[in-house]
C-alpha cells in the first residue's frame, strides 16, 4: 500500500522560499507519476508540477514554471517542491499524489497526502 506525506509548508513573506517534501512509503519509483497540487480558500484544486518518476521528465503549469522545481530522490523516497519568489496568491495547501503513466499521460491520482499549508503574506 502507497503512503505519502508531506512536510515543509509554513509562512513566509513575499519573495521567500520554501521547500516542500513528499515522503513516499510502499511506492515504486520506476513506473507512474507524482505530483504536486494546490488548494487555495474557495478555490478548485489545481496541479502545478509532476515528475514522471521512471525517467524525470518534469511539466510545470505556467503559473509557477521558472519558480518552482520539482524533484526526485530515489534513495530517499522523496519528491520535493522547491518553490522561490513566492507570491501571495500561492498561498495554499499544498498536497503530493501518485498517479498512473499511460499513453503518454499522467493520470488517476488516487493517492494522496494530508497536506501542507503555505501561506505567503505582502
Known amino acids: 500500500q502507497v503512503h505519502l506525506a508531506e512536510s515543509g509548508g509554513g509562512s513566509v513573506q513575499t519573495g521567500g522560499s520554501l521547500r516542500l517534501s513528499c515522503t513516499t512509503s510502499?511506492?515504486?519509483?520506476?513506473?507512474?507519476?507524482i505530483a504536486w497540487f494546490r488548494q487555495a480558500t474557495g478555490k478548485e484544486r489545481e496541479g502545478i508540477a509532476t515528475?514522471?518518476?521512471?525517467?524525470?521528465?518534469?511539466f510545470y503549469v505556467a503559473s509557477v514554471k521558472g519558480r518552482f522545481t520539482i524533484s526526485q530522490d530515489r534513495a530517499k523516497s522523496t519528491v520535493d517542491l522547491q518553490m522561490n519568489s513566492l507570491r501571495p496568491e500561492d498561498t495554499a495547501i499544498y498536497y503530493c499524489a501518485a498517479g498512473a503513466f499511460r499513453s503518454s499521460m499522467c493520470v488517476d491520482y488516487n493517492t494522496w497526502g494530508q497536506g501542507t499549508q503555505v501561506t505567503v503574506s505582502s
Open positions: 515528475i514522471q518518476t521512471a525517467d524525470g521528465i518534469t
Open positions: 510502499g511506492y515504486v519509483f520506476n513506473t507512474g507519476c
